[in-house]
């Protein structure tokens, strides 16, 4: 699969493998960035101090590596969570049609007519603070996109002379769903899984920048961001640097997903 | 003959009455789910959402006056079913209740924030289509070439850039830096009168708006562009140009038709995107609309005016995605038979 993908694929690749790395370097940079220096409040970006300090003095380039790992996570985990339970059910509506896909299409339908956002922030707010909550608000609201991609897939799938051809050899239908369909769906599931951890990361820095996402002290990229607002006058960096890991972390990954996209239809198609 | 021609118009009537009513019939289970979900928010926090409101973490401690109006309020110490149609009963009336924060009735609330959102959204709306529609026949035109290429590569940054990323960005940028544009609000205090306060007024609009356009022009830019792209290497448009007309007519007025249909289809979804952008819009530019009530709302747990919205949003996206629909089988009879 790596084989097939375009050079632009590759690139997102590295650029993901690069900031896992960071992320398991993370814990050596805890103690710089947990530092408080109340006399070096928002210095400048310098040579001590690569991005600058914050509003506490602290090192805010050792504080973006820190927070690394917590926006990776939390996006991979989410995103896992929305895959599940996306191509459980839109899976079931699209194997089983007829009554169970009318209702299950309903479901879709209705989850997708709410503002996300909205339903987002009942959820992250109304329950208990904590990286599990933080978790599933996310997972729970955004798998109908999931949902309706897997269903069209099985769909599309099941007309395929191969599962055709399996159900007329007297295959059960749990035979065709998992040794011909599944395989089968092992693309699109990776182009979904992509596309939904660089939403998942979206999700949670939009959480935690509002104030109702990880409780403190936890801090992703996003609940460093919620502090630039308050010195948008003096310290353009506070907004500045955790905003581009956040957006080179969501860019890698949006490309790794439409280069696989790209490379498997092309694929399908030859 | 002119009875035959007849007999046709008619069954095409009768399949677009057929068409709307499968279309209207759908929709009701969906309004129904919407209803259920909302219903379902207020009862997600452990417990009820009284004892949310006093626990230690929300930070926000809540008299027992409150907790035992809500518990009145939501008849929380009755069955669940009996719950459920009580609420059932209060929407079909129209009832959302009061606000726990002022006391004034939740319509009233939503009516008053309603224009700054209307405005905010319809602008960045009306941009979004403005910009996306034009880049997608361009780059649908020549598929791979320079401007496809290029366009692409800036929209995908664009969809990729975090919003309030980028409303810090442009604010430090043009606001504190450039002294060109004011920060936030939605006019300067005291606003100047005439001519004048509407400048005033669309330089405090320019901003949010472009900051609830950019992300959404990938989106509809590509979907211009792939059916421009199909159209353009099909038999109607080679005749077009054949007939005389210059490559621009070929595909505004005929390959670009072949886009429209999708496009005006997806328009529906549109609308809970706008809203969550506007939810985090309108907080970083104190923009006092629909998505700051909800935020403001859900801070306070001002429970009625976050159901009362939750249920707003629901169903105008319904609504909307419905108008879409039949819009789309009005103009293409083809779309009448899947349903």
């Known amino acids: 699969m790596i084989r097939r993908l375009p050079a632009s694929g590759r690139v997102a690749l590295s650029v993901v493998a690069l900031l896992w790395l960071v992320a398991a370097i993370s814990p050596l940079f805890a103690g710089r960035a947990s530092e408080i220096r109340l006399e070096d409040r928002l210095r400048a970006p310098s040579l001590a101090h690569p991005f600058g300090t914050d509003d506490l003095g602290r090192d805010l380039a050792a504080r973006v590596v820190v927070a690394t790992p917590i926006s990776l996570t939390i996006g991979l985990v989410a995103a896992a969570v929305s895959l599940s339970v996306g191509f459980g059910i839109g899976g079931a509506a699209g194997y089983f049609g007829g009554a169970t896909d009318l209702l299950l299409s309903r479901l879709i339908e ?57 159900k007329a050899a007297g295959a059960s239908p749990m035979r065709i769903l998992v040794r011909h369909l599944l395989p089968n769906a092992l693309a699109p599931l990776l182009v979904s899984a992509a596309f939904g951890v660089s939403w998942a990361i979206l999700a949670e820095a939009a959480l935690s920048f509002l104030g109702v996402g990880l409780p403190a002290p936890a801090a992703s990229w996003g609940g460093i961001l919620s502090s630039a607002p308050a010195y948008i006058e003096e310290a353009w960096w506070l907004a500045l640097f955790p905003g581009l890991a956040l957006f080179a972390t969501v860019s890698a990954y949006n490309l790794l997903a439409e280069s696989l996209r790209r490379a498997t239809t092309e694929a399908g198609g030859k | 003959m002119v009875g035959q021609t007849q007999r046709v118009r008619r069954s095409g009537e009768e399949e677009l009455t057929r068409f709307l009513l499968r279309r209207i019939a759908l929709a009701v289970p969906t309004l129904f789910g919407i209803v259920v979900v909302v219903f379902l928010l207020v009862h997600l926090a452990p417990g009820s959402p009284a004892s949310a409101l006093g626990s230690a973490e929300s930070g926000r401690r809540v008299s027992a006056a409150a907790r035992a109006e809500l518990r009145h309020l939501y008849g929380l110490d009755r069955p669940l079913p009996e719950r459920f149609v009580r609420w059932l009963g209060r929407v079909a009336r129209f009832d959302l209740g009061e606000s726990f924060v002022d006391r004034r009735p939740v319509s009233e609330r939503i009516r008053e924030a309603l224009p700054a959102t209307l405005a ?162 309108e907080r970083i530019f104190a923009w006092p609309g629909l998505g700051r009530l909800y935020f403001d709302s859900i801070l306070s747990r001002d429970y009625p005016v976050v159901l009362g919205l939750s249920l707003l949003g629901g169903v105008a996206t319904l609504a909307a995605t419905l108008a879409a629909d039949v819009a789309a089988a009005l103009v293409d009879p083809r779309l009448r038979e899947s349903g």
Request: a positive charge; aromatic letters at 10%.
């Open chain 2, 120 to 281: 905010l959204n319809g602008l960045a709306l009306f941009f979004t289509l403005a910009i996306a529609i034009p880049i997608g026949v361009a780059a649908g035109g020549r598929p791979e070439g320079p401007f496809d290429r290029g366009s692409a590569v800036v929209l995908f940054a664009l969809y990729s850039t975090p919003v309030f990323w980028a409303a810090l960005l442009v604010q430090t940028l043009l606001c504190v830096k450039l002294g060109w544009l004011p920060l936030y609000g939605v006019s300067s205090d005291p606003a100047p009168a005439g001519f004048a306060g509407l400048a005033d007024r669309l330089a405090h609009l320019a901003l949010p708006v472009t900051c609830l356009t950019y992300g959404s022009l990938a989106f509809f830019a590509r979907l211009v562009r792939s059916g421009v792209a199909e159209a353009r290497a099909q038999d109607f448009v080679t005749a077009a140009l054949a007939r005389g007309l210059s490559r621009r007519q070929a595909l505004w007025r005929h390959a670009f038709r072949n886009a429209l249909l999708p496009l005006v289809t997806l328009l529906g979804l549109l609308l809970p995107g706008l809203l969550s952008g506007s939810v985090i819009v």
């Open chain 1, 110 to 166: 209705v989850v997708l007519c709410f503002p996300v956002l909205f339903l987002l922030l009942a959820l992250a707010a109304f329950l208990p603070p904590s990286p599990t909550t933080v978790v599933l608000a996310i997972g729970l609201t955004t798998w109908p996109s999931d949902a309706r991609y897997a269903r069209a897939e099985i769909l599309k799938a099941k007309s395929l002379d191969y599962a055709r051809a399996a």
